[in-house]
């Protein structure tokens, strides 16, 4: 059983650029959250994707966007890169109907230069 | 979200229990605690919830004080690998707030040899 998969693993952009990070949630999730995370700070939840919509959203601002798809599978995407948006960027995956539990995926580590 | 406050640091023999505390004073009857641990810029790793009982499973068991504002996650035989951040979260769960966490700092544990 696949867990969360995030691609790519690494990605170097530039100031002003745009960058999309992808996400495959668990099988049998259908709920996505990203989450952004500085070096050595603890995740911070950024938005989270349910039935195709954006169903919440934590303290970023609308250069970071998203879309679900319908097979639940997820973009993150980030417009006019700023330096201070290098961070690793967390995917994870949640089931409506169970226990709820979140399962993170390996992360994308992004660099603004 | 209730709010959680954990150590910064603590340090665990190998082969000892390692005990991660962690307060949460102002958890609703509602919300669960959540625990993750991260191993460097890896994405974090679900490893135990409860509700109000204690919980163990094949990673570790948690210990919730019977007002719930207070539990303990317990390695019982630390090793190397346990090296990580550890945080504890707070959440509702089965609503519309499933899949946002609140992420804290977290504590580091090293355990040495």
């Known amino acids: 059983d696949a867990g969360v998969t995030q691609s790519p693993t690494h990605l170097i952009k530039t100031r002003g650029q745009q960058v999309t990070l992808r996400c495959s949630p668990k099988s049998g999730h259908d709920t996505v959250s990203w989450y952004q995370q500085a070096l050595g700070q603890g995740p911070q939840f950024i938005f989270q994707y349910y039935e195709e919509e954006e169903r919440q959203r934590g303290n970023f601002p609308d250069r970071f966007s998203g879309h679900q798809f319908p097979n639940y599978s997820s973009e993150l995407n980030v417009n006019a890169l700023l330096l201070g948006d290098s961070a690793l960027y967390l995917c994870a995956s949640t089931s409506s109907w169970q226990t709820d539990t979140q399962y993170f995926g390996p992360g994308t580590r992004l660099t603004v230069l | 979200d209730a709010k959680t406050t954990q150590p910064t640091s603590m340090d665990c023999a190998e082969g000892r229990a390692a005990n991660l505390p962690c307060n949460h004073s102002?958890?609703?009857?509602?919300?669960?605690v959540y625990w993750y641990r991260q191993i460097h810029s890896q994405g974090p790793q679900y490893i135990i919830h409860?509700?109000?009982n204690n919980e163990t499973n094949e990673m570790a068991s948690l210990i919730i004080t019977e007002d719930r504002k207070s539990s303990t996650l317990i390695l019982p035989h630390a090793t190397l690998r346990d090296t990580a951040v550890y945080y504890c979260i707070v959440r509702v769960v089965y609503n519309t707030n499933a899949g946002k966490s609140t992420f804290g700092d977290g504590t580091t544990l090293t355990v040495k040899p």
């Open positions: 409860g509700l109000k």
């Open positions: 102002t958890i609703s009857g509602n919300e669960y």
